[in-house]
């Protein structure tokens, strides 16, 4: 297996700049850890930006839309626009507008929170569930299962991350599922965990195994990293050259494995979740083209141009 190529000092720098055209990077981990930004990535970004790289920013957080994200980043004083995130709720949004094909009279059911929902409306879908259905309980009366029945205009369930998940959630999703086999099972993605406050919580992957078990089937789709969909539907909108655009992420079984699915090249930096010792053993599943100790060091360049 080949080795990746250690990016070190102001030539491999300049070199590896001078090979993409576009760069899909992460976020956490990457830029800033929660909302501290990491050491000179801001600088770095802004370096990129006068040397004519475009820049996608690639996250599989669902509970965020594209406008929110962009508040952060203003927050960050970051400079980005709206058509440059790339969030699994937008992702998610437009795959079903523009790869499905989704029909304006169906509505989908939604567990996850604001940003999709929000995603949903722009891109003019229909949908039911997310905080209408955070409530179990009436005035403390029984939870009556007689109300949840099969819905004809219900073509898709979107699972994403849902803070609120409770079991009429669950209950209704299941229903729309198994009542139409043609209903479309959709997961924005299949993250196990989330990181948060120094330790990791259960993500969007674990909160939708009951569904996964109880119907005995998986997902149709999963848009997000690492898998394929959500970089197909970046390739359809913004059609990226992808033999001219490179990963840039902090994890290998998500950020890495997505460029490696996607056909791109992929730069791992160590300023997250994944370290230089699993990329460098021998029985290494996943090995990024380049790594890197932080995106911040590409700061080298600030005082030299770049060819």
Not at 68 to 91: G, H, M, T, V
Request: one cysteine or more; glycine letters at 6%; charged letters at 20%.
């Amino acid at each position: 297996m080949t080795k990746p190529i250690k990016l070190s000092d102001k030539t491999s720098y300049d070199s590896f700049l001078d090979k993409f055209d576009t760069f899909l990077i992460d976020c956490d981990g990457v830029i800033w850890h929660h909302n501290t930004l990491i050491p000179e990535v801001r600088e770095v970004l802004e370096l990129f930006r006068k040397n004519g790289k475009r820049l996608i920013f690639v996250t599989n957080n669902s509970t965020k839309s594209r406008s929110s994200y962009l508040a952060k980043f203003q927050k960050l004083n970051i400079e980005a626009n709206r058509d440059e995130i790339f969030c699994s709720s937008y992702a998610a949004a437009y795959y079903l507008k523009n790869v499905v094909k989704f029909p304006s009279d169906k509505k989908v059911y939604v567990i996850g929170e604001s940003g999709i929902t929000e995603e949903l409306s722009i891109e003019g879908i229909q949908y039911c569930g997310s905080d209408e259905d955070n409530q179990v309980y009436t005035n403390g009366n029984e939870f009556n299962f007689s109300k949840i029945n099969p819905d004809s205009e219900v073509g898709a369930v979107l699972c994403g991350f849902d803070t609120h998940l409770n079991y009429k959630k669950l209950a209704k999703a299941f229903t729309y599922l198994y009542s139409n086999p043609d209903c479309i099972f959709i997961l924005t993605n299949e993250d196990t965990t989330f990181p948060s406050n120094g330790t990791i919580y259960p993500g969007t992957g674990s909160l939708v195994a009951p569904l996964i078990r109880s119907l005995n089937r998986n997902p149709d789709v999963t848009i997000g990293k690492p898998n394929k969909p959500m970089l197909d539907c970046m390739v359809q909108k913004l059609h990226l050259d992808v033999e001219r655009t490179c990963m840039i992420g902090d994890r290998l079984n998500t950020d890495i494995q997505f460029g490696i699915n996607g056909g791109t090249k992929t730069l791992l930096v160590l300023t997250g979740v994944s370290t230089e010792q699993e990329i460098l053993v021998k029985d290494a599943s996943i090995v990024p083209d380049y790594y890197i100790s932080s995106l911040g060091n590409f700061s080298e360049l600030l005082n030299n141009s770049i060819n």
